[in-house]
């Protein structure tokens, strides 16, 4: 009994020292005989900051009409000086009449945009329509559905030149019925919007010299304005915010800058630094201009942004591939054929387990898109063969 005991102890001790002397050669292997590589990708980190600011624009409120007015011009449309933009209603029958001419508008613009290619309206009604729904852009939502039932769902081939004659006549008809309505006509050329929010009355001047402390102020209370709508006059719109004064000092007047909007309203736009204000408690008021875009924003007044500093492009590098010499030089090695080829790299910003590095095709240096990169060797110099 005694000596099964013991057999069975030296089994099992045999056991163990092979499993033990099983796992040491892996991992000696593992130690020895490691090589990893990966592909050099091209790579890009956008440096941003968030903002929360207000929209402020040249506008004229049209104070001369009541409550029950209809506009018969869109959202963000371009009217001239002396256009009819809007009726008073005054009975039933001018109610009719003013959305028989909203419609007959909205008709005629389609067709002066899209100009005499019947088939290609149809593909660019659903792709506006589209495009609004994924950008939550509902401002145009009738205009873009009955362009979408004219040139899909009616099957309607009537040449653009042919009908535009008789929509324009029968406006000039519906608009001559003044009985039921009054016709309210642009003081001046401008872009129209039939969103009044009672912040019409601030301008560029309200906010150039403004304080950080006075900016939320300004828009905290409404005025009461009763309309027909407004004019934003001028293409120029601005988009005003506080930042921390760490960050104001990158920023120079005239500088150009990209500002992605997000929230309620995504749009990116390039903008410029119009105005640096006056410092308050670490913050100033920093002010963006733009002169595109101002019939996408007629409706909008305090948005969330993203303002981007600048874009930093390059190669994407696992840090365990970045060596450092005894003189501070940075490099890694690339697999060139079936040797190990030493690349001195510039790092220009760290990301995660990472660095972006130069792109070695702006400075003549073999490391590119594509190169192989070795993560791992053992005994790696320049030179040594690793391809068998």
């Given amino acids: 009994m005694k000596r099964s005991d013991l057999f069975i102890r030296l089994t ?3 056991l163990f020292l092979a499993v033990v002397s099983y ?4 991992i000696y292997n593992s130690l020895m005989n490691t090589y990893i590589t990966t592909e050099a990708i091209g790579y890009s980190i956008e440096e941003t900051v968030p903002l929360y600011g207000f929209i402020v624009r040249e506008e004229q409120v049209l104070l001369e009409a009541g409550t029950s007015v209809m506009p018969i011009v869109r959202e963000g449309e371009r009217v001239a000086s002396g256009q009819a933009i809007a009726v008073e209603l005054l009975s039933r029958e001018g109610l009719d009449i003013a959305a028989e ?7 005629v613009a389609q067709l002066e945009a899209l100009g005499t290619d019947i088939e290609a309206a149809g593909f660019i009604s ?16 009738d205009e ?4 979408i039932h004219t040139h899909i769902f009616t099957g309607d081939n009537i040449s653009p030149k042919d009908e535009l004659p008789v929509l324009k006549e029968r406006i000039s008809e519906l608009e001559s019925l003044a009985e039921g309505m009054r016709t309210i006509y642009a003081p001046r050329s401008g872009t129209f919007s039939q969103v009044i929010d009672g912040f019409e009355h601030i301008s560029y001047q309200d906010i150039y010299e403004i304080a950080p402390s006075e900016l939320e102020e300004l828009f905290r209370t409404p005025h009461v304005n009763i309309g027909a709508g407004k004019l934003i006059t001028h293409h120029k719109w601005y988009f005003v915010t506080v930042l921390d004064t760490a960050d104001v000092s990158r920023f120079y007047v005239g500088q150009p800058l990209t500002v992605h909007f997000t929230g309620t309203y995504h749009a990116e736009y390039d903008m410029v630094v119009e105005n640096i204000g006056r410092r308050e408690n670490n913050q100033s008021v920093i002010v963006f201009s733009c002169v595109v875009g101002i019939h996408d924003i007629t409706a909008l007044r305090s948005l969330r942004a993203d303002l981007v500093f600048g874009t930093t492009t390059g190669i994407r590098v696992p840090k365990e591939a970045i060596h450092l010499d005894d003189d501070g030089v940075t490099f890694l090695y690339l697999e060139s054929g079936a040797r190990a080829e030493r690349v001195n790299v510039e790092i220009l910003h760290e990301a995660g387990d990472a660095y972006l590095v130069r ?3 702006e400075i003549g240096s073999p490391l590119r898109v594509g190169a192989t990169i070795i993560v791992r060797a053992n005994n790696l110099f320049h030179g040594k063969v690793v391809v068998g």
Avoid: C, E, P, T
Wanted: no cysteine; aromatic share 2%.
């Fill in 126 to 141: 659903v792709r506006n329509l589209s495009q609004a729904i994924h950008n939550r852009d509902f401002s145009r939502l």
């Fill in 12 to 14: 099992a001790a045999v």
């Fill in 144 to 147: 873009l559905v009955l362009s």
């Fill in 101 to 107: 001419i909203r419609q007959l508008n909205m008709r």
């Fill in 23 to 26: 796992i040491g050669v892996l």
């Fill in 359 to 361: 792109d070695g095709a």
